[in-house]
């Protein structure tokens, strides 16, 4: 598998990092999500409930996913709070299907032969397409790369496999043109945005991938918030009957000069939940400057930070699956001046905010935007007078006074916020 993966690993690579290639070689203001998040608005039924063998049925699940990664490594992902993988190498096989059985890991994998010949085997949760197909496409012989695969063709192949197999949702995942429309790796079909809501429709979860921290290209490196905007266009394009989710970087990819910091993925991963993701998926591999499949495995600090960052998505998910709460609260940055292409792309708000409520208590996730730091101050409605915010994870708490409290931001850091006593969860 790893062989295989790294003979092909070059052809992979300007897809993942965005360097540009030769032509001949490759040829709505910030808002609350409206839309239902991990749970149906309407009627609180947990997300896969539709689906009678698809993920867990609960409202304490938060998909936490790597991408065609080994199942050997099942148990060290599981240790650092992996709960699903995606993608099997040319698989699946009965080897894998085992091997991950054998963890009781779950996965989404593509309906081969063996798959449609295994219809009964709980371990698979999920169907999916090939990767990126928006993207444009390598030809056969090594002769360069042809028009992406149409959306039409992608509703199309949806059909078949939803035909073999309804008790499963599809997922579809796309490449970087969801959040940046100059991505030049779709070929003929950069700056056309609109095909994505026809993509849309060929999955139950669409998904994609943007990796801005090592991103080489300088209309997108070190600008997080283009995870942010991804995630909310998608949102739009999926519409209320598909789930969103994406990818988030954890390696250096390629990029042998700049590594994501763990607390830029951590920023990545809030700032992909407030705008609407309901799942998430760590691209582990590292291309440069050696193969290394399991790249997150081999990085000591990384892993550990990554494990604290899904440990404490999974102790907040029945907060994170609760229905949005679009009026709860705003907030006002200082100080007031941001980015330009982040404002004119996703809004003046350079602090986003989301706010949950969950048996009593009032949550509020806030995420810095920005590389320069900066103080937010919040207004809450609805809530008591004067309270004590507690900062989750954070061994802190701040006194609100008339439903408003402020609080400091480092660049791109994370505050998750309790208003109100909840004694039915562990305390973080």
């Given at each position: 598998?790893?062989?295989?993966?790294?003979?092909?690993?070059?052809?992979?690579?300007?897809?993942?990092?965005?360097?540009?290639?030769?032509?001949?070689?490759?040829?709505?203001?910030?808002?609350?999500?409206?839309?239902?998040?991990?749970?149906?608005?309407?009627?609180?039924?947990?997300?896969?409930?539709?689906?009678?063998?698809?993920?867990?049925?609960?409202?304490?699940?938060?998909?936490?996913?790597?991408?065609?990664?080994?199942?050997?490594?099942?148990?060290?992902?599981?240790?650092?709070g992996v709960n699903l993988y995606v993608a099997l190498w040319q698989?699946?096989?009965?080897?894998?299907?085992?091997?991950?059985?054998?963890?009781?890991?779950?996965?989404?994998?593509?309906?081969?032969?063996?798959?449609?010949?295994?219809?009964?085997?709980?371990?698979?949760?999920?169907?999916?397409?090939?990767?990126?197909?928006?993207?444009?496409?390598?030809?056969?012989?090594?002769?360069?790369?042809?028009?992406?695969?149409?959306?039409?063709?992608?509703?199309?192949?949806?059909?078949?496999?939803?035909?073999?197999?309804?008790?499963?949702?599809?997922?579809?995942?796309?490449?970087?043109?969801?959040?940046?429309?100059?991505?030049?790796?779709?070929?003929?079909?950069?700056?056309?945005?609109?095909?994505?809501?026809?993509?849309?429709?060929?999955?139950?979860?669409?998904?994609?991938?943007?990796?801005?921290?090592?991103?080489?290209?300088?209309?997108?490196?070190?600008?997080?918030?283009?995870?942010?905007?991804?995630?909310?266009?998608?949102?739009?394009?999926?519409?209320?009957?598909?789930?969103?989710?994406?990818?988030?970087?954890?390696?250096?990819?390629?990029?042998?000069?700049?590594?994501?910091?763990?607390?830029?993925?951590?920023?990545?991963?809030?700032?992909?939940?407030?705008?609407?993701?309901?799942?998430?998926?760590?691209?582990?591999?590292?291309?440069?400057?050696?193969?290394?499949?399991?790249?997150?495995?081999?990085?000591?600090?990384?892993?550990?930070?990554?494990?604290?960052?899904?440990?404490?998505?999974?102790?907040?998910?029945?907060?994170?699956?609760?229905?949005?709460?679009?009026?709860?609260?705003?907030?006002?940055?200082?100080?007031?001046?941001?980015?330009?292409?982040?404002?004119?792309?996703?809004?003046?708000?350079?602090?986003?905010?989301?706010?949950?409520?969950?048996?009593?208590?009032?949550?509020?996730?806030?995420?810095?935007?920005?590389?320069?730091?900066?103080?937010?101050?919040?207004?809450?409605?609805?809530?008591?007078?004067?309270?004590?915010?507690?900062?989750?994870?954070?061994?802190?708490?701040?006194?609100m006074q008339d439903r408003r409290f402020e609080d400091d931001f480092?660049?791109?850091?994370?505050?998750?916020?309790?208003?109100?006593?909840?004694?039915?969860?562990?305390?973080?």
């Amino acid at each position: 598998m790893q062989a295989a993966v790294k003979q092909s690993w070059a052809r992979c690579l300007p897809r993942l990092t965005g360097r540009r290639l030769t032509v001949a070689a490759i040829i709505v203001a910030f808002a609350w999500p409206i839309c239902c998040l991990a749970q149906d608005k309407r009627s609180n039924t947990p997300a896969y409930a539709h689906w009678q063998n698809g993920p867990v049925k609960d409202e304490k699940f938060f998909p936490i996913a790597v991408w065609l990664q080994d199942p050997r490594n099942a148990a060290k992902y599981q240790a650092i709070g992996v709960n699903l993988y995606v993608a099997l190498w040319q698989g699946p096989t009965a080897e894998q299907i085992a091997e991950l059985k054998r963890h009781a890991m779950p996965v989404i994998c593509e309906q081969n032969d063996y798959a449609l010949k295994h219809l009964d085997e709980k371990t698979i949760v999920g169907w999916m397409h090939g990767d990126e197909p928006d993207n444009a496409q390598e030809l056969s012989g090594a002769k360069g790369y042809g028009p992406p695969v149409t959306p039409e063709k992608i509703v199309e192949a949806y059909r078949k496999i939803k035909a073999n197999d309804p008790t499963r949702p599809i997922m579809l995942n796309l490449g970087q043109g969801v959040a940046w429309d100059g991505w030049y790796g779709r070929g003929a079909r950069s700056n056309h945005p609109e095909d994505y809501a026809q993509y849309a429709r060929g999955g139950d979860i669409v998904s994609f991938d943007i990796y801005p921290a090592v991103h080489d290209n300088p209309a997108i490196a070190g600008k997080l918030w283009y995870v942010a905007r991804g995630v909310e266009r998608l949102r739009g394009w999926a519409g209320r009957d598909r789930l969103v989710w994406n990818c988030i970087e954890c390696t250096r990819i390629g990029n042998t000069k700049i590594k994501p910091t763990p607390e830029q993925v951590k920023a990545e991963v809030w700032m992909s939940i407030i705008h609407g993701s309901q799942g998430i998926i760590y691209f582990a591999h590292q291309f440069k400057p050696h193969f290394i499949e399991a790249g997150l495995l081999a990085d000591e600090a990384m892993a550990k930070a990554v494990g604290l960052i899904n440990r404490q998505v999974q102790e907040l998910a029945p907060m994170i699956n609760s229905p949005v709460q679009p009026n709860a609260a705003t907030v006002t940055v200082s100080p007031a001046d941001a980015a330009s292409d982040r404002s004119r792309l996703l809004g003046p708000h350079s602090i986003a905010i989301a706010a949950r409520r969950h048996e009593g208590s009032t949550y509020l996730f806030a995420v810095r935007m920005e590389n320069n730091p900066a103080k937010a101050s919040f207004q809450l409605a609805g809530a008591p007078g004067s309270a004590t915010v507690r900062v989750i994870g954070e061994n802190r708490a701040i006194s609100m006074q008339d439903r408003r409290f402020e609080d400091d931001f480092a660049a791109n850091a994370v505050h998750l916020y309790e208003i109100g006593a909840v004694t039915e969860h562990p305390r973080r």
